[in-house]
């Protein structure tokens, strides 16, 4: 059976979950449902304005939210759980024990299944993450992001009174990558591993001051990193920042033995020309899922991390253990 989609808000990620769409045949776009109503898609598919929505409780199987985590997915998910079953990116780490309990609440409710947190970190790297711990109880576990743009951060920029624009750039610190690398188990803080590099276009006559001052002591985004603000034109943004890489290591380092006298270094790593593009595979996968689940009377809010490996893929069961096992 084809599993029928939509698609809510239509940013970069929005733009990626369509042409992902593409690439599964198991699926079709039934509408994307924008703010700014109807707008001209890359596909030519469906737009509606968000009052639409009602309309299609029962036409659509599961809703992909591509909007920002900063401000609309706290309030859009829990909404849309009471009419659908959704998938979302929220990917703000700190505030996910909270969003989660909002958005089960709300499925649970109304009997829909959801899942959060859907993309490569949260998300992949998540999975990475216990898969690793689990085969190596006895260590520590790294995760390097960068260099590349992160679109969670760089939304939450242009959300401060006077930006017209930014990207936001997470780097990795050299020296701490390499110390983990070596097999050593350092203990880095926040500010140990990461700097965030920030390109902002500001409104004309705005306060740079106050605008880098906000970025810089922004909770869960920048307070605890070293963060350097550049003000640059839209000019420069377009023609030096248009592109939206990145990438990144998850590093478990762990000893085993009677003794502890072997030590293995695991990692995982990934290199990205499009970060929209690649979350938008993990939120179309993470959709098939929720349909699977749905329809054997699952509800409540999942992550990654509840979902059975199988059930993100299109391969049967039988054709994945002949091909990957």
Known sequence: MTIRIGILGYGNLGRGVECALRQNPDMELVAVFSRRGNIDTLTHALSLPLDALEDYKDKIDVMILCGGSATDLPVQTPEYASMFNVVDSFDTHARIPAHFAAVDAAAKASGKCAVI?????????????????????????????????????????????????????????????AQVRSGAMPTLSTRDKHTRECFVVAEEGADLARIEQEIKTMPNYFADYDTTVHFISAE????????????????????????????????????????????????????????????????????????????????????????LL
């Open 117 to 177: 947190s859907a993309g490569w970190d949260p998300g992949m790297f998540s999975l990475n993450r216990i898969y690793s711990m689990a085969l190596l109880p006895e260590g520590e576990t790294y995760t390097f992001w960068g260099r590349g743009v992160s679109q969670g951060h760089s939304d939450a920029i242009r959300r401060i009174d006077g930006v017209v624009d930014a990207r936001q750039y997470t780097v990795p610190v050299p020296e701490a990558v």
């Open 236 to 323: 420069e943004l377009k023609r030096d920042h248009a592109a939206l890489p990145h990438g990144g290591s998850v590093i478990r380092t762990g000893v085993t033995g009677l003794n502890k006298e072997h030590r293995h270094v695991v990692e995982y790593q990934i290199k990205l020309d499009s970060n929209p593009e690649f979350t938008a595979g993990a939120l179309v996968a993470s959709a098939r899922a929720v349909y699977r689940l749905a329809n054997e009377g699952k509800s409540g809010c999942m992550t990654m991390l509840d979902i059975p490996p199988a059930y993100l893929c299109a391969m049967s069961g039988e054709e994945l253990r002949a091909a």
